[in-house]
């Protein structure tokens, strides 16, 4: 059963928590590609959160329709300038049909690691060919798994260290491939903490994620600016075709 850790204290914070991914040097690649893999068709983005993307993808005269779990991070979505033309379905992405096809389906920031078991991520990639057009793309934001940062032994990797928020990552069950991630953050004089369990997920698995949903890879960066994936990327914005 999926559950959401973004309640309505993240909710109201996610800016000031993480106000890296609000800046236009991390937004407007991420908006330039998916508009131009959405061709001029709608899009659905799954785990739509506050709308950090899908508003000013909206903006840029895509049409935008999400998928989301939290009722607080829609909450707050809605309370935004330009948020009327963005529709929202509440609901788990791994299974909701949200009716019509499009031309593209998106996933951002590691999100897919939020469906905790292999089932779920399975089930997500065929939940998304269902609602894609012949042709449309799938696309994922996605971190390697940091497994090579780890010293023999050792089950934490730290992946955020500032002034107001410590962040790592416990790994723990290898063979279910479940870590949790722990934030620390010193906001307006209190220490806030928030936990949530991920399942990381190699490329490779996910292209056979993609076959098993009739999805071909093609394209895979290492980031929004199309730079090439290598054996030392740390992330990648992978994109699969439906068959036709
Ligand atoms: C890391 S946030 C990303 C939000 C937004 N996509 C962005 O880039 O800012 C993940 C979002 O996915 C939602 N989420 C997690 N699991 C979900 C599920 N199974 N179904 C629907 N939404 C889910 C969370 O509530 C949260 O809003």
New binding site residues.
């Given amino acids: 059963m999926?559950e959401?850790h973004?309640d309505d204290w993240v909710a109201q914070r996610y800016e000031r928590v993480w106000p890296e991914?609000f800046e236009s040097a991390a937004v407007d690649p991420v908006v330039d590609l998916l508009a131009e893999l959405a061709c001029g068709g709608p899009a659905l983005?799954?785990?739509?959160?506050?709308g950090?993307?899908a508003l000013p993808l909206s903006r840029r005269g895509v049409e935008v329709h999400g998928?989301?779990?939290?009722p607080a991070?829609v909450a707050r979505l809605r309370a935004q300038p330009g948020a009327d033309a963005v529709g929202v379905t509440v609901?788990?992405?791994?299974r909701t049909i949200v009716g019509g096809t499009f031309t593209l389906i998106y996933l951002?920031?590691?999100?897919i690691t939020?469906?905790t078991t292999q089932d779920e991520q399975v089930e997500c990639f065929r939940t998304a060919a269902a609602q894609l057009a012949p042709g449309g793309r799938f696309v994922v934001e996605n971190y390697v798994p940091e497994l090579r940062r780890l010293p023999p032994g050792e089950t934490l990797h730290v992946f955020a260290r500032t002034s107001d928020h410590l962040g790592f990552e416990e790994y723990g069950d290898l063979a279910a491939q479940v870590a949790v991630s722990h934030h620390y953050w010193a906001v307006d004089g209190e220490l806030r903490t928030f936990s949530s369990p991920h399942r990381y997920v190699w490329p490779s698995e996910l292209d056979l994620m993609g076959r098993l949903a009739g999805l071909t890879l093609r394209g895979r960066w290492s980031d929004w600016h199309r730079a090439p994936f290598t054996g030392d990327s740390r992330a990648h914005v992978s994109a699969w075709a439906k068959d036709s």
């Fill in positions: 999926a959401t973004f991914l983005e799954l785990g739509i959160g506050t950090r993307i998928v989301e779990l939290s991070m609901g788990d992405f791994a951002l920031r590691n999100t939020n469906l």
